[in-house]
């Protein structure tokens, strides 16, 4: 086979790839339940309403969770399964064994199987979910486009996430993958905002010696919280639990947390975006819904692929599960 031929099939594999994952996108669409479960939406809010009133940190789970769940097999909630035996599912995934909130997406997903049973997925529920509590936390409250169905895969050996140490342009390569810009992967960056981090995550920055890129008074105080076991800092010293454009604040005065948040500000192609999102509020609000409903769009499955599981931590039929190793 010839180079030509073989860089015109290479064309049409990717230009096969694309229209697949645009089509998929396109098959969903805001209100999707509007007819077969109205109340879909607002039994969501309000569950999330609740939580968010007792637990303000329920934004960071939701946003931790949906983030986790799309960049591995798409927004397919393959996170929310549970392992059969020894055989290892997402969920118990190194990076995955701090998430939180499956309470409250099962707690959803018990309310709409009694009001609309067999309808609404829980990839859906998560997405939802998580654009509620983006919003309590002061967010912006986007629109989202539903109709996506559960996988039938969970794998933990499937489980490769960016991690808090790498370079931006080793970050960058793990959105790209998955169809996200620059911009985009500095906007969805900006969930730090009401993030926090175990100290082992961040330790090598405080000691033996400190990173000169940290602000020393920062560096200092964290220091001493980090003395304490399993000790964890906010990720936004400031508006911990709001989401706004104060983690980029933060940032041009090297107060990053992670090695990846200060990165944001030492890298040329990423410090533009990052004094943009600092110096209008509006700007970040306006990306980061743009980002998050891209990101929730991430190899969906829709259609007749996939399924609704009845509980969103097991596959419906036995025949379905394909937990591996």
Same mark, same amino acid.
Not at 4 to 16: A, G, N
Not at 71 to 82: E, M
Not at 166 to 179: D, E
């Given at each position: 086979?010839?180079?030509?031929?073989?860089?015109?099939? $290479? @064309?049409?594999?990717?230009?096969?790839?694309?229209?697949?994952?645009?089509? @998929?996108?396109?098959? $969903?669409?805001?209100?999707?339940?509007?007819?077969?479960?109205?109340?879909?939406?607002?039994?969501?809010?309000?569950?999330?309403?609740?939580?968010?009133?007792?637990?303000?940190?329920?934004?960071?789970?939701?946003?931790?969770?949906?983030?986790?769940?799309?960049?591995?097999?798409?927004?397919?909630?393959?996170?929310l399964?549970?392992?059969?035996?020894?055989?290892?599912?997402?969920?118990?995934?190194?990076? *995955?064994?701090?998430?939180?909130?499956?309470?409250?997406?099962?707690?959803?997903k018990?309310?709409?199987?009694?009001?609309?049973?067999?309808?609404?997925?829980?990839?859906? #529920? #998560?997405?939802?979910?998580?654009?509620?509590?983006?919003?309590?936390?002061?967010?912006p409250?986007?629109?989202?486009p539903?109709?996506?169905?559960?996988?039938?895969?969970?794998?933990?050996?499937?489980?490769?996430?960016?991690?808090?140490?790498?370079?931006?342009?080793?970050?960058?390569?793990?959105?790209?993958?998955?169809?996200?810009?620059?911009?985009?992967?500095?906007?969805?960056?900006?969930?730090?905002?009401?993030?926090?981090?175990?100290?082992?995550?961040?330790?090598?920055?405080?000691?033996?010696?400190?990173?000169?890129?940290?602000?020393?008074?920062?560096?200092?105080?964290?220091?001493?919280?980090?003395?304490? @076991?399993?000790?964890?800092?906010?990720?936004?010293?400031?508006?911990?639990?709001?989401?706004?454009?104060e983690?980029?604040?933060?940032?041009?005065?090297?107060?990053?947390?992670?090695?990846?948040?200060q990165? $944001?500000?030492?890298?040329?192609?990423?410090?533009?975006?990052?004094? @943009?999102?600092?110096?209008?509020?509006?700007?970040?609000?306006?990306?980061?819904?743009?980002?998050?409903?891209?990101?929730?769009?991430?190899?969906?499955?829709?259609?007749?692929a996939?399924?609704?599981?009845? *509980?969103?931590?097991?596959? *419906?039929?036995?025949? *379905?599960?394909?937990?591996?190793?």
């Amino acid at each position: 086979m010839n180079i030509m031929k073989m860089k015109m099939i $290479l @064309s049409l594999l990717i230009f096969h790839c694309c229209v697949i994952h645009f089509v @998929s996108a396109q098959l $969903l669409q805001v209100g999707f339940y509007n007819s077969t479960c109205p109340q879909t939406e607002t039994i969501v809010r309000q569950a999330v309403q609740n939580q968010f009133n007792s637990d303000p940190s329920i934004t960071a789970a939701l946003l931790r969770m949906h983030f986790h769940d799309c960049f591995v097999r798409g927004c397919d909630a393959s996170i929310l399964i549970k392992s059969i035996g020894s055989k290892k599912s997402e969920r118990e995934a190194g990076p *995955n064994r701090t998430v939180r909130g499956f309470e409250l997406i099962d707690k959803i997903k018990k309310t709409l199987e009694t009001t609309c049973p067999s309808t609404v997925s829980c990839a859906d #529920i #998560i997405t939802l979910a998580t654009r509620d509590s983006v919003a309590l936390a002061g967010g912006p409250n986007y629109p989202i486009p539903t109709g996506r169905r559960d996988g039938l895969i969970s794998n933990a050996a499937d489980v490769n996430l960016p991690g808090p140490s790498l370079t931006i342009p080793q970050a960058l390569q793990f959105f790209t993958n998955k169809g996200l810009t620059l911009n985009d992967m500095v906007t969805l960056l900006g969930a730090h905002t009401v993030g926090i981090a175990h100290c082992n995550f961040f330790q090598d920055r405080l000691s033996p010696v400190p990173d000169k890129t940290m602000d020393p008074t920062l560096a200092a105080q964290l220091l001493k919280t980090c003395a304490k @076991s399993s000790a964890t800092a906010f990720l936004d010293q400031n508006m911990s639990f709001t989401v706004d454009n104060e983690y980029y604040r933060q940032i041009t005065l090297r107060k990053g947390i992670l090695t990846i948040d200060q990165e $944001l500000t030492l890298d040329k192609s990423s410090a533009p975006i990052v004094t @943009s999102f600092a110096g209008n509020k509006d700007v970040f609000r306006q990306s980061f819904a743009n980002a998050m409903i891209k990101m929730a769009n991430i190899d969906v499955l829709v259609g007749s692929a996939g399924e609704i599981r009845k *509980n969103c931590g097991v596959f *419906n039929q036995k025949a *379905n599960r394909k937990v591996v190793n």
